[in-house]
């Protein structure tokens, strides 16, 4: 009998846990969020800011707001400073290094000493009784409690609203690697890793100029993200710095833990294909384009440099190509631009004239591509559609099957997926030929968007050239470039210094002689320009 | 919601554009046509015209670049009609953006057809202005057949191999549609177009589609000449014409010769026999530019004197020759001697009332104004023309030329 | 205000010019009327750019002399409000017929000779669209484009012309130089295909940052027009006698073909077609959205985007109705008017004169001079 009733019975077992949709509210039709869900983390109470004056209502307000009696890293310390006063040493285990706090703090805090009477006494004991490098005081609950979850360690002192930080900041972080995305063969071999210190540091080791300017600023619904904005005071254009400030003021996310979020957030032209700042690893390039004029937003547990502004031509180079010698350079340069220009049109220029322009074709091409052909049973713009679609799915399986697998499947799905397909008649040889130029020449654009950018633009024209041959790809690429002369990154057009012509010297796609690098990019409209 | 209604009305537009530009454009994929390379046009039987095609298609067996031709043929009043008819019977459509060659059988050249055909059917077809016009003595269905190989399925390419060297020999012009079309428009030339013809002793290789003679003359030369092996079909010379009638044909060696006075003669060999019989010489001539012409037109007949610069390089013949011998016998000799062909080629191409040395050209030089161009009617004063020849050569022998000879 | 004008400098400005008025000479050139007594437009079309050029010239003059900031200003300036506006609406309605004109050429030449099985409608919409979104992203958009494909064509257009060397025979342009009367009709007449260009600089001035830039422009522009015009029309009449080019609807599109050689270069004629397109499409483009500007100035209107749309809504109209064979009343009528468009230059330049003589010496300079 009880196994009828629980074979046909509704109920489930007491401890399965259920999603109720119905706690924020119905869905709209649209999928938009339901009233309830509007602000859920509702807008940042005007809170006391103060500091209380009494340690223990600091004590039980911090273990209130940052539920302490929950979280067992939360330590909170109290001890006599100098012997006399209450104190309280707040700091998260984990985020902060014990042996500091003990060490620099409690060792030089507690022993009794004797207390100026007529000296401050919080600025008295943040000079001379604490021995740490770095003391602030600070007088906003919000500013200490940020400090905390950063890793410092903050001192109440009782009957003082004015409170003490200490950076006793050391927690576990990657070592400096090898960029993962930008290898060169010669030049620098650091990348940078997900700790916001570290990577400014790997700047400043390059940049030292006493104008490099490095603003830590907040963001984010509760300022739960960090990032640091850097540039050359003097030398980056003001107006630039200061949208780049807004717009990071403006994001309105709850959370953004990744440089690429953080892109999306701040860019104007969200529906662009082309991205309009550059991403990058590598820390002598950004530190090279600080030096120009340009302005770096690093975000804390993110191992990328957002610089911006970007242009096509600031997409297309490498941290590599200053490197190596003029006409080698240039020769690269143009290799670069060549395939990217094949890896774009290719695919829909072989299309056109295989469905519209045969004409065109040589007589041998003609024989070699309908012979090759001759059993395959897809028309050729759903064969090339489809060629390009395993293309992709090779590259995407390729880069999240981990190790020596990954490298695998990319020989497999070049070799013997293709060698396959044709046997099968899936797809002729002279399409395989054609979609692997493509992906080849796909690989030698070094930024990642700009890759995906590229793979987008390339179906774009396919699309075009199956419906209206030479006719669809012409008007295809014409909207596209349009759409690149329209398109402007913080400001300057992205086909800046070659539409509009700017006063730089500089060559765009071949690489200009070194001494031409000693100005700063005329596009950049940098303050010393100006002056 | 603002937001939504946008987004939703600018996706209608999206796909009504896309609808509307979708599809329409219409095609053939390139698997689903069979080229024409050659187009050949006889007098037909039943109907006006034979039209016969040799058409590029994908091989029988399995390789990878392996193609066929075929030769078909239809009858019909019109091209239209015989692709048509022919379409019937084959699993694809013609496709005659390839085609590089037109072949016109001697008979139906001499009724002025060519130009009609030209007009009717070159932009409707998709036929370039850059396909070659031939003439052929014979048939055209027979020199298509004799022009394809087995060994060889790129038909077009070995055509044009095989003209290129007859080209650099001199011995037969190339045409194509657009200069035909402007020397017949324009009335200040007349055309000279390739000239073939087959070889009947010469069999055909099994080809789809070829008509196999089961008899073979024998008695069938290459322009006079026996030969073996090589194609069935060959060039020689050239057809000439008055407008757009064919008039007659010229051998290599008169074309050889017509191709000095148009200044497009590139290459070419002149043997010489000695007048007592003894030896001979063998010269390798090279133009040496366009022609000079003086002409006038006052008076009752136009004349003109045409200065022909050629070089020439003695390949054989006379091993004992120097810059004096050269100056002073041979080169008279010869210069004289290529004036003569001049004349007589000349004297031949007006009596076909055939421009063939295009004099017209520098008459039109002589009018500013189109309307008195027209009236001059240039065509009507060629018969009356006289022309003088001047031929300068110059020896490229270093033993010869080391003096400046 | 979003007008997209923007700023542009001073190689798109003439990129611009350059591409719009070479198009309009090139491409809309009535083969049967131009070539039918003679071939001289190698001197009629370069010395008409010319005569445009002197047209501008003096409206240039009356431009600074006035202070007015766009071709609107000029008309109010020079000829007062209601004259200004009649004004106004002949530059627009010349903007609009060049726009349409360049548009129904490559229409039926891409329907004619390369989808001919295709129907003309989809072919007048892939042509419209990206005309359409050009014109709305702009001026400062139209202007890099015109740079960057301008130099690429002007490019193709020399190779082209360079390996036909071997065809050209100067003893084709015969007879020279032809009908003096026509010659003379024909300069005067076809300056108008550039007069669209001049007035187009005129229009968008307030982005060229000072009537200098708008004078380097059109100095600049038109002289690399004159030669390009030159250079191909010299390059046309010495591969075609006047005959075959009066049978001829593009004879540049056509040229390849004379050349015996078997090349695959040789082969690129359609390809050198569409890029002719391109630049067709630029200089629609940029007059249907000289003629939106003027519609939205003088509507005093906020949003240029609207104007661009009705005007492409409006060309595409046309263009369909263009091949029913019910609309040969419509496309006499168009090309009457494109015949005798020359015949507006005169009240521009009456306008031009009056405004030099009611401004005086002591005329204010272009803002933007100052």
């Given at each position: 009998m009880n196994i009828i009733k629980r074979i046909f019975s509704f109920g489930r077992s007491y401890d399965e846990f259920e999603l109720l949709e119905t706690e924020g509210g119905q869905p709209g039709f649209f999928g938009s969020t339901g009233r309830a869900h509007k602000d859920a983390a509702g807008a940042i109470e005007n809170a006391n800011d103060t500091i209380n004056c009494d340690v223990s209502a600091n004590e039980e307000r911090l273990k209130t707001e940052m539920h302490a009696e929950i979280n067992p890293d939360m330590v909170m310390r109290r001890f006599l400073l100098c012997g006399q006063i209450e104190a309280l040493a707040v700091f998260i285990n984990g985020m902060s290094d014990q042996s500091l706090v003990s060490d620099f703090i409690l060792r030089q805090g507690i022993p009794e000493r004797e207390l100026p009477n007529d000296a401050p006494?919080?600025?008295?004991?943040?000079?001379?009784?604490?021995?740490?490098a770095e003391v602030k005081q600070e007088t906003s609950w919000n500013t200490i409690k940020t400090a905390i979850m950063d890793g410092c360690t903050a001192v109440f002192i009782q009957g003082k609203t004015t409170a003490l930080t200490m950076d006793t900041r050391s927690y576990e972080h990657r070592s400096i690697q090898e960029p993962s995305n930008e290898k060169v063969v010669k030049g620098s071999q650091e990348g940078f890793v997900e700790n916001?210190?570290?990577?400014?540091?790997?700047?400043?080791?390059?940049?030292?100029?006493?104008?490099?300017?490095v603003e830590l600023r907040t963001y984010g619904k509760e300022g739960s993200s960090r990032?640091?904005?850097?540039?050359?005071?003097?030398?980056?254009?003001?107006?630039?710095?200061?949208?780049?400030?807004?717009?990071?003021?403006?994001?309105?996310?709850?959370?953004?833990?990744?440089?690429?979020t953080l892109e999306q957030l701040t860019e104007r032209n969200t529906y662009s294909v082309f991205p309009q700042l550059l991403a990058t690893e590598r820390p002598d390039r950004t530190a090279a384009m600080l030096m120009e004029g340009h302005v770096a937003v690093i975000v804390e547990g993110s191992p990328t440099a957002n610089v911006m502004p970007a242009t096509l031509f600031t997409l297309m180079a490498t941290g590599e190509d200053s490197t190596m010698r003029v006409v080698q350079g240039s020769v690269i340069r143009m290799v670069r631009y060549i395939g990217a220009a094949i890896s774009i049109l290719l695919p829909g220029y072989f299309l056109a004239l295989a469905l519209h322009h045969q004409s065109l074709l040589s007589s041998e091409v003609l024989t070699t591509v309908v012979a090759s052909r001759k059993m395959v049973f897809a028309p050729i713009g759903m064969e090339m559609l489809f060629l390009l679609l395993v293309f992709q799915l090779v590259r995407e399986a390729g880069m999240r099957v981990p190790g020596s697998i990954g490298q695998a499947i990319g020989i497999i799905g070049g070799l013997i997926l293709g060698q396959a397909a044709v046997t099968a008649n899936l797809a002729s040889s002279v399409m395989l030929i054609i979609v692997a130029l493509t992906g080849l020449g796909n690989f030698c654009i070094p930024d990642y968007s700009t890759q995906l950018s590229a793979s987008v633009l390339r179906v774009i024209l396919v699309i075009a050239s199956w419906l209206a041959g030479l006719m669809g790809l012409f008007c295809g690429a014409f909207v596209i470039v349009a759409w690149m002369a329209s398109l402007k990154s913080f400001g300057v057009p992205f086909l800046a210094p070659h539409s509009p012509k700017a006063n730089s010297k500089r060559p765009m796609i071949l690489r200009g002689p070194i001494d031409n690098m000693s100005r700063h990019k005329d596009i950049l409209n940098t303050e010393e320009d100006g002056r | 919601m603002k937001r939504i209604s946008k987004t939703i009305c600018l996706m209608l537009a999206a796909a009504f554009v896309a609808f509307n530009m979708a599809g329409c454009i219409s095609y053939v994929a390139i698997d689903e046509y069979g080229y024409v390379m050659t187009v050949g046009v006889d007098k037909g039987e039943t109907y006006d015209y034979r039209f016969c095609f040799i058409v590029q298609v994908e091989g029988a067996s399995q390789g990878e670049s392996d193609a066929e031709n075929v030769v078909l043929s239809a009858e019909g009043n019109n091209i239209y009609d015989a692709v048509a008819v022919v379409e019937v019977g084959v699993p694809y459509q013609l496709n005659f953006g390839r085609a590089n060659y037109m072949l016109f059988s001697k008979e139906v050249a001499e009724t002025g057809y060519i130009a009609r055909f030209i007009d009717e059917s070159f932009k409707n077809l998709g036929v370039r202005r850059s396909t070659k016009l031939m003439v052929v003595l014979g048939d055209s269905l027979d020199y298509c057949t004799g022009v394809v190989s087995k060994d060889n399925p790129n038909t077009s390419k070995r055509q044009y191999s095989i003209l290129r060297d007859y080209v650099s020999e001199g011995l037969t012009p190339i045409t194509n549609i657009a200069m035909f079309t402007q020397n017949v428009n324009a009335k200040r030339g007349d055309n000279i177009v390739t000239l073939g013809a087959t070889d009947d002793s010469i069999p055909n290789e099994e080809i789809t589609g070829s008509s196999q003679d089961s008899e073979l003359n024998p008695n069938s030369t290459t322009a006079g000449v026996e030969r073996t092996?090589?194609?069935?079909?060959?060039?020689?010379?050239?057809?000439?014409?008055?407008?757009?009638?064919?008039?007659?044909?010229?051998?290599?060696?008169?074309?050889?010769?017509?191709?000095?006075?148009?200044?497009?003669?590139?290459?070419?060999?002149?043997?010489?026999?000695?007048?007592?019989?003894?030896?001979?010489?063998?010269l390798l001539l090279k133009g040496g530019g366009k022609p000079k012409v003086e002409l006038s037109i006052g008076g009752d007949a136009p004349y003109a004197k045409m200065s022909v610069r050629l070089q020439c390089h003695i390949e054989c013949g006379e091993e004992d020759m120097d810059y004096n011998k050269w100056n002073r016998e041979v080169k008279p000799m010869l210069e004289d001697y290529m004036e003569r062909e001049l004349e007589r080629v000349f004297t031949l191409c007006r009596g076909m009332n055939s421009d063939a040395y295009e004099i017209g050209k520098y008459a039109a030089m002589k009018f500013h104004s189109a309307e008195e161009w027209e009236q001059y009617d240039w065509k009507s004063r060629y018969p009356e023309l006289n022309m003088e020849f001047d031929v300068s050569l110059y020896v490229e022998n270093e033993e010869i030329n080391s003096l400046g000879g | 205000m979003r007008l997209n004008e923007g700023k542009i400098g001073l190689q798109e400005s003439a990129s611009i010019a350059a591409v719009a008025i070479t198009a309009c000479s090139v491409f809309l050139l009535d083969s049967e009327k131009a070539y039918s007594r003679g071939d001289a437009t190698f001197i009629s079309l370069p010395v008409s750019i010319a005569v445009s050029l002197a047209m501008f010239m003096l409206m240039w003059c009356a431009m600074r002399r006035t202070g007015a900031r766009n071709l609107i200003e000029l008309f109010d300036m020079c000829v007062g409000k209601a004259i200004g506006t009649v004004l106004s609406i002949v530059a627009a309605l010349i903007f609009i017929l060049y726009a349409y004109r360049l548009m129904a050429r490559f229409c039926i030449l891409i329907h004619g000779r390369v989808f001919a099985a295709a129907e003309y409608e989809s072919v007048a919409l892939w042509i419209a669209v990206p005309v359409a979104y050009a014109a709305i992203k702009g001026l400062e958009c139209l202007s890099r484009l015109a740079k960057i494909f301008g130099v690429l064509i002007g490019a193709l257009v020399l190779i082209s012309l360079i390996i036909m060397i071997s065809a050209y025979d100067v003893s084709r342009l015969a007879p020279f130089p032809g009908d003096l009367g026509k010659l003379g009709m024909d300069t005067i007449s076809r300056s108008a295909d550039s007069v669209?260009?001049?007035?187009?600089?005129?229009?968008?001035?307030?982005?060229?940052?000072?009537?200098r830039n708008v004078k380097k422009s059109a100095l600049i522009g038109s002289g690399v027009a004159i030669a390009f015009v030159f250079m191909i029309q010299f390059a046309l009449g010495a591969t075609f006698t006047y005959t075959d080019l009066s049978q001829m609807a593009m004879p540049i599109y056509l040229m390849k073909m004379v050349v015996m050689r078997e090349s695959y270069l040789f082969r690129l004629d359609q390809m050198n077609l569409f890029f002719y397109m391109i630049a067709a499409l630029i200089t629609a483009a940029f007059y249907v959205y000289c003629a939106a500007l003027i519609i939205t100035r003088r509507t005093f209107g906020q949003d240029i985007r609207p104007a661009v749309v009705g005007v492409s809504a409006f060309i595409l109209a046309a263009l369909r109705v263009n091949h029913r064979f019910e609309a040969g009343i419509i496309q006499q009528s168009i090309d009457f008017l494109y015949d005798y468009a020359f015949v507006a230059g005169v009240p521009f330049i009456l306008a031009a004169i009056a405004g030099l003589i009611r401004f005086g010496r002591k005329g204010r300079a272009y803002e933007a001079d100052k």
């Open positions: 006494l919080v600025e008295y004991v943040a000079n001379n009784v604490f021995a740490m916001l210190r570290t990577n400014i540091t790997l700047i400043r080791r390059r940049v030292r100029t006493d104008d490099l300017v990032a640091a904005i850097m540039y050359r005071e003097g030398i980056a254009n003001e107006s630039l710095v200061n949208e780049i400030k807004r717009r990071l003021a403006n994001v309105n996310a709850m959370y953004v833990f990744n440089a690429g | 092996g090589g194609l069935r079909a060959y060039y020689m010379g050239c057809a000439v014409f008055d407008g757009g009638t064919m008039k007659g044909v010229l051998s290599g060696r008169d074309t050889e010769i017509i191709l000095m006075a148009k200044g497009m003669f590139r290459a070419g060999r002149l043997t010489l026999h000695h007048e007592d019989g003894e030896g001979h010489m063998v | 669209a260009a001049f007035l187009g600089l005129i229009c968008v001035a307030g982005a060229l940052q000072g009537g």
